[in-house]
Each structure stands twice: as C-alpha cells, then as structure tokens.
C-alpha cells in the first residue's frame, strides 16, 4: 500500500523518456494564484461547472474549442478518450464521477447551493500554455458570466 | 469570480498554483468519486465547495479523506521497469512515425 499522492510529472517524465521522446512536457508554473473572495452565502450562489471532458468525439488533429453542454440531465456520456486518466484502474462510464452534473442538482435541492448554470463549460486541454490563458480562459469565463454565475467549479480528469 | 478545482493531480495542481483546491487521492479520470458511488460523489462535491467559503487566502489545499480502496494503481501508473522498457522504447518509435500523434513538446 502507497498512501503518499502519485508524483505525476516525475512519472510522466520518466515514462516519455523511456518512450524515447527527448523534450520533457511543460507543466503550467506560475509564481502566485489570484483569489477572490465569496461575498455572499453559497446557499444564494449560482454555481457554474467547467469540465476537460468534451461533448464531442474530438480527432487527432482537430482544433480544440471551447464548448458546452446541457445541465439539465447528466449527459450520458462525454468524450474523455483523447484525455490522460488511469485507463487501467477505472473508467469514465459514469459521467457524474468527473462531471458532478447530479451531484450538484441535488445540492441544488437541498438548498446548499442557490442554483446550478444551465450549462456546464468543456475546456479544451491544450499543449499551448498561450492558447489556454488567451483564449480559452476568456471564452469560459464569458461563457460563465452569461449564465450569472457566481462561483466556479472547476474539475479537470 | 471565486472556483474551486477538484482534482487527482496534486503535484500538477500545485506546480500551476491555484485559488482553492480540494485533492482526491483517487487513479485520474474520477475526481468526483468513484463511479456510481453517488454518495461519495456527493460528499466530494460538497466538500469542494465548501472550501469557496472556507479558505481566506490563495492557493488553499484540502485533501479529501475519501478513499478509493486498494493503493495498487499508483505504483502501476505510467510504470517503467525492466520488463516494459524495451516495449515501450517501441511504442515511442510508433509513436514518432505517426506523424498525426501529438509528441510531447515545448509549447509557447
């Protein structure tokens, strides 16, 4: 038994190195986090969900794009193939376990959160560092604010 | 606007430096529980939640006291040893001869 967290990057490093692959993967650095405070009880909040799953089979190739997909049932499966997860130790079949579409509608009810946003948001998982913080971080946060959101759940595979 | 991330990656997650962060030490892919667990499922999310109220300065981590069982996979992720090196030697020269796969590289 290993209680101690999994070191991702040393592992993926190791693993691409004894692939034969010779650059090392980036990993997003930075020096500080921003924070904003909540203002106002989480029971009043309208909670908005951002997922790295996508709604779409995505190609190889094909450029990634900011997307979203109904709250108003858990969808019954996104696309999380092309995503770096365990595939040996679990599955992604039950869409809840990554996309808390259910889990955050019966908060909703018990009244621990205000409401929940008509539509959760699909980041695209991208190698350029730039394109996430240019691009993609803007649409979603536009995407978000269009629903009145208050506060953001963000949950990456 | 205040988040919160719930995730499996804590290394990643604290390289990157973030608001809050609620880690679950569970094999990537199921963040929010185990599958059909919902009440696990639910717990962890109230929990991540909960840190939007509850953390007063950047970069507030929480670990989640669920568990997933069995410690197995976290040794047998992306493993490397002597029985898999010359195979995965070959997978990478697979890899780089398809070109329509993306190799991992330095990006802006």
């Given at each position: 038994m290993d209680s101690k967290p999994v070191k991702y990057m040393e592992k993926t490093r190791r693993y691409y190195e004894a692939q034969g692959f010779d650059r090392a993967y980036q990993y997003a650095e930075h020096t500080s986090a921003p924070f904003t405070p909540l203002t106002k009880p989480l029971a009043e909040c309208r909670v908005g969900l951002v997922t790295t799953a996508s709604t779409y089979h995505r190609a190889d190739l094909e450029p990634r794009k900011v997307d979203v997909g109904s709250t108003v049932s858990l969808p019954e499966k996104l696309f999380t193939d092309d995503l770096s997860w365990d595939k040996n130790a679990t599955h992604?079949?039950?869409v809840n376990s990554f996309c808390p579409i259910n889990s955050l509608r019966e908060l909703e009810a018990q009244g621990v959160i205000g409401s929940l946003a008509t539509q959760f948001v699909c980041a695209p998982t991208e190698y350029s560092q730039r394109a996430t913080v240019e691009q993609d971080a803007p649409k979603i946060l536009e995407y978000l604010r269009g629903e009145k959101v208050d506060v953001a759940l963000l949950v990456p595979l | 606007m205040p988040s919160v991330i719930v995730g499996s990656a804590l290394d990643i997650v604290q390289r990157c430096r973030v608001p809050r962060f609620l880690f679950v030490?569970?094999?990537?892919?199921?963040p929010c529980g185990k599958p059909w667990d919902t009440s696990m499922q639910q717990r962890i999310v109230a929990h991540g939640l909960a840190l939007l109220g509850r953390?007063?300065?950047?970069?507030t981590t929480e670990y989640s006291d669920e568990r997933w069982g069995s410690d197995d996979w976290k040794g047998a992720y992306m493993e490397v040893n002597d029985q898999n090196r010359s195979a995965l030697q070959k997978m990478g020269e697979a890899l780089r001869a398809d070109r329509k796969v993306r190799e991992p590289r330095t990006f802006d």
């Open positions: 992604t079949e039950d | 030490d569970f094999p990537l892919g199921n953390a007063t300065k950047p970069e």
